[in-house]
């Protein structure tokens, strides 16, 4: 029986310029470049379809107004946020940032036929409160 012949693979030349340092660097971190320009070539496929990436549609993305928030939000609003979320977590108020305690499950007991029902004490002040008269 004869023995199938494999097929010979396709060589395609790439040339990187050498002032594409980011396309240059790229190229040194791959184990395997065939195998990482093969897995692009599939994403570009199942993204575009058959087409010439270089001439393919640009689509102009949304304008920014100037107003809005480019590099994210103020920094000091953000510190100022932090410092209320600390200042709540340090008087044991629950922030977005603390998870919620698991509260410990308290059997309620009924109280002997010949005994009077125990009052509530007067509670703790909350932290709330504790925040709110603070220094």
Known sequence: M?????????RVRLTIPAA?????TWIDHQDDASASMRMLIRESIQR?????????????????????????????E?????DLRHKAEVAGERTERTPPAEEPKQ???????????????????????AFLTGP
């Open 107 to 129: 059997e309620q007991v009924e109280p002997a036929a010949d005994e009077e029902p125990k009052t509530k004490k007067s509670q703790a002040p909350s932290g709330l409160d």
């Open 20 to 24: 594409d340092e980011s396309s240059q």
């Open 78 to 82: 953000t510190e100022l946020a932090d």
């Open 2 to 10: 004869v023995a199938k012949k494999k097929p010979e693979p396709r």
């Open 48 to 76: 575009d379809g058959y087409v010439d990436v270089v001439n393919r549609p640009v689509e102009q993305l949304p304008q920014v107004a100037a107003d809005d928030e480019i590099d994210g939000p103020d920094p000091a």
